[in-house]
């Protein structure tokens, strides 16, 4: 076939459009899997620290601690983790939710946790909590309000 001759069914101008646009879809698709995963992964592992730090609240740390108000802390922190770690397998291919849960845990469980091990060497952490708070918070409303979807 002549090189001049169009032999294709899509015009041109149609093809090269499309060959343009399927690179970035196919990026755009890719990324949304790997995130997906990722936030899959992430949420598998901080619910399964969750019990156990769920299980350490309950067993070991009334050895070392003997404040109730501690130890009530600390059963929060790791029910928060808890709930949230589920909530991001649900919400995992909602990269905003995504991200303000996995902070939001990281954030307000974490220093929770560190707060009631050693109060007086972790006392810069004591703002940390309520910005994880707000981090959870937005992540909620990331869910309502955003575009991401959610797989039950």
Known sequence: MPSNEHTALIPRSSATSLQQNTPSRAKRALSAAMSASTFWKIGAVYGAAA???????????????????????????????????????????????????????????????????????????????????LCLIAGWLALAFTKGRARF
């Open 51 to 133: 019990v156990g730090f769920g299980a350490f609240g309950a067993h070991g740390l009334k050895k070392r601690i003997a404040d109730p108000a501690k130890i009530d802390s600390w059963k929060t922190a790791a029910s928060y983790q808890l709930v949230h770690s589920v909530v991001l397998l649900i919400a995992r291919e909602n990269p905003v939710a995504g991200v303000l849960f996995t902070a939001g845990m990281t954030m307000f469980s974490g220093s929770i946790y560190a707060l009631t091990l050693d109060t007086e060497r972790f006392r810069w952490m004591g703002p940390v909590t309520p910005l994880g708070g």
